[in-house]
């Protein structure tokens, strides 16, 4: 695959395909990141400092999920350029982005390392493991800018329909993590801080390679020294699409961290049971993720040339794909979870309770694909507020009351807890079918 892909031309379900596969690629890995943290600690580490980087890895993928929300809007501008021939003005975009968020990049640095305790202590992580929990936080906390200069060139590379380089970026960094995680955790026994340090650690060597890397290509526009700078006019523009995409992450990951406590409150076999199940989750959402980040790229590139018959077949064929693979998922998420969550600890009672938990996440694997693919066609529609809106409605409406009342009481199942992610699923999918009427008639109005 060359350095970009046009999109508006050929066969759909081959190019959406092609183009998802790297960066499910690039996905696992990075999904594996957190698994291999969680692996070592859970067998070579201690249950604090697994419920540690249970919470901890929870926080962190608060920014940085959030951070990667706002910076879909690179994607989505860059990829609207090429559809309309404009390569000329993603230069600028490119570089008011680097300076952007390298601002942003030192203010979360400060704020996590700062006040690691007492974001710990608001998570309610158990009193045995807030040590634990703020060391993983503050570490990673320092090492935050090489993970958003990761987001930044991989969201660049997306939007130029280029999905490789990103997974050979992600690559090189979970080897890195890989070897930095056992020889921390294993050999010299510094459990949670030993997986933080290989976590950063791994981040910044494969943000040096990958520049080196970008050296070497042939990029169809050029980034001049003048224009890395806060410009008005494309910083507005992030700001506008990449906003609502981030606010939207936001309300979800603050949903996620309100389960981390609420889960917390039960004890430190649950909260590390709950940790085990969380990566597994990671893994059940790749392929609606992939489908996402690749609908994105696809519809903006199709709306740019004005090919909105492309943009629709493409987000059902990702609906077909995700609902097919998402019911493998759940089989094996169902009923063989213990021995997924029997992966990463040797606690047989941790094991038992994160399999409870994904007992009941399980049916997500299959709902998720659809709410998904909605919310890739819009986000390439640049309907980023109402996909902002549709986040928020689904948190406060369904998702944290049902965890939140399923979570009383004494001995709460975690199975029931775990339900609160498909029900707002669902809810999420009502939502988007009732807004996407609307948006196609207002389309065809305008073509009238």
């Not at 979360?108 to 710990?120: D, E, G, N, S, Y």
């Not at 076999?269 to 980040?293: D, H, R, T, W």
């Amino acid at each position: 695959m060359g350095i970009n892909s046009d999109f508006t031309t050929g066969n759909i379900f081959r190019k959406l395909t092609l183009f998802m596969f790297p960066i499910l690629g690039a996905l696992i890995l990075q999904a594996m990141y957190g698994a291999v943290d969680v692996m070592m600690v859970g067998w070579f580490g201690t249950t604090e400092g697994l419920s540690g980087v249970s919470t901890g890895s929870s926080i962190i993928n608060l920014v940085t999920f959030v951070l990667s929300g706002l910076a879909m809007a690179i994607t989505v501008i860059i990829g609207r350029y090429l559809g309309e021939k404009n390569e000329d003005r993603i230069g600028p975009v490119i570089g008011t982005s680097i300076a952007f968020f390298a601002l942003i990049g030192i203010i979360l640095t400060v704020a996590l390392i700062v006040f690691a305790r007492p974001i710990a202590v608001l998570m309610q992580a158990p009193k045995e493991a807030i040590d634990s929990t703020v060391n993983y936080v503050r570490i990673c906390g320092a090492g935050l800018l090489f993970i958003i200069a990761y987001n930044v060139i991989s969201c660049i590379f997306r939007g130029l329909g280029n999905s490789t380089l990103p997974l050979i970026f992600v690559l090189i960094a979970c080897i890195l993590n890989i070897v930095g995680d056992y020889t921390l955790i294993a050999i010299f026994h510094m459990d949670e801080a030993g997986a933080a340090i290989a976590t950063v650690l791994a981040q910044a060597v494969s943000v040096i390679l990958s520049l080196v890397i970008l050296k070497k290509q042939k990029l169809p526009f050029k980034v001049r020294r003048e224009d890395v700078k806060l410009r008005g006019g494309e910083l507005g523009g992030i700001i506008r699409i990449g906003t609502p995409a981030a606010l939207q992450e936001l309300l979800t990951q603050i949903s996620f961290l309100a389960l981390v406590a609420f889960i917390n409150r039960i004890g430190l076999e649950a909260s590390s049971g709950y940790g085990v199940a969380n990566k597994i989750v990671s893994f059940v959402m790749l392929i609606p993720s992939s489908l996402m980040q690749s609908m994105s790229s696809f519809v903006a590139q199709n709306v740019g040339a004005e090919r909105e018959d492309r943009a629709k077949k493409a987000m059902l064929t990702g609906m077909g794909i995700g609902v097919a693979i998402g019911i493998v998922v759940f089989y094996f998420t169902f009923f063989h979870g213990d021995l997924v969550s029997a992966v990463f600890t040797r606690d047989g009672n941790v094991i038992m309770r994160s399999f409870e938990y994904l007992r009941g996440f399980a049916f997500e694997a299959i709902v998720t694909s659809i709410l998904f693919s909605f919310i890739g066609y819009f986000n390439g529609h640049q309907q980023t507020f109402f996909v902002m809106l549709q986040a928020m409605l689904q948190t406060l409406i369904v998702r944290l009351p049902v965890a939140y009342i399923m979570s009383l009481g004494e001995n709460p199942s975690l199975t029931r807890i775990g339900l609160a992610a498909p029900a707002a699923t669902v809810f999420g999918i009502l939502i988007n079918v009732i807004y996407y009427i609307f948006f196609s008639r207002r389309l065809s109005s305008r073509h009238l």
